[in-house]
């Protein structure tokens, strides 16, 4: 039973170790950095 326990309590270290890793990455894409160029607009362009 603790074999258990204890196998279970590292998943959960685990799964929590790669929240926090996917939390940051994406606080990371969200911060306000300038564009390196302009993007271009989607579809088809008239002259």
Known sequence: MDDILH????INESTRA???AISTALAEL??????????RKIG????
């Open 30 to 39: 969200q911060a306000d950095e300038p564009r390196q160029r302009p993007h």
């Open 18 to 20: 790669q929240l926090d």
């Open 7 to 10: 196998d279970q309590n590292d």
């Open 44 to 47: 088809f362009v008239q002259d």
